[in-house]
């Protein structure tokens, strides 16, 4: 999902609707920042991995990395 496709989604809610994310086991989270990240496309992700790294992971030499965003809540650094 790009920003501009989440912001029209958005745009959809009342604006008071309270955006949430995942928590670390159960329930769910405030968001409370956008993390800014150097990211590639993980093509051989397991169940467990994300579909995207950051270049600290082993980056395959046909995958460039690009700018990205990710929205953390709370308990987010416990992922």
Do not use: K
Not at 5 to 21: A, D, F, G, Y
Not at 49 to 73: C, E, K, L, W
Request: hydrophobic letters at 30%.
């Amino acid at each position: 999902m790009t920003a501009e496709e989440l912001i029209r989604q958005l745009q959809t809610l009342p604006p008071e609707t309270p955006v949430l994310v995942e928590g670390y086991e159960t329930g769910c989270d405030e968001i409370v920042e956008l993390q800014p990240l150097e990211v590639f496309r993980y093509p051989r992700a397991q169940d467990w991995d994300g579909q995207y790294q950051t270049d600290g992971h082993v980056r395959p030499r046909n995958q460039a990395s690009f700018p990205a965003v990710m929205i953390r809540g709370r308990r987010g650094h416990l992922r």
